[in-house]
């Protein structure tokens, strides 16, 4: 693991409270299919934050979404392990296969957000 990817991986425990013990175990894949579907998008956005740049910044909200996603459906998983341990196997054109269906679902989820907030404001 880079000092990078390190620096991340422990910034997103220590928000989440989920700091795991240095020698976990690899994980294994997701049985339940929507875990295996919101795994990818994550090891996408954290790939995408460990490039850095201004796209880093940009998907933080993507990866806060799709970690909170997991930790709600199977909080028995340890997602930041799990994630990594994918993301090591997976090659980044493997990740990138996966980013207009993340997109999507993200532009979809922030619309529904854009339209809950406007109806809220016309109401007195």
């Known amino acids: 693991m ?3 990817m390190m620096k991340g ?3 997103l425990a220590l928000t ?3 700091m795991a013990p240095l020698a976990a175990k690899a994980q294994s894949v997701p049985s339940k299919p929507a875990d295996v579907a919101d795994m990818k998008c994550l090891a ?4 995408i934050v460990e490039m850095g740049g201004e796209a880093s910044d940009q998907v933080m909200p993507g990866v806060f979404y799709y970690l909170g996603r997991l930790e709600g459906r199977t909080p028995s998983t340890n997602w930041l392990q799990a994630t990594e341990d994918y993301r ?3 090659p980044v ?3 990138a296969g996966d980013a207009e269906r993340c997109s999507q679902e993200l532009m979809a989820k922030g619309n529904e957000m854009i339209a809950f907030g406007e109806t809220q404001a016309q109401q007195p």
């Open 9 to 11: 991986a422990a910034a």
């Open 2 to 4: 880079t000092r990078t």
């Open 93 to 95: 054109e493997t990740l």
């Open 88 to 90: 090591r196997g997976t």
């Open 16 to 18: 989440f409270g989920l």
């Open 44 to 47: 996408l956005l954290v790939t």
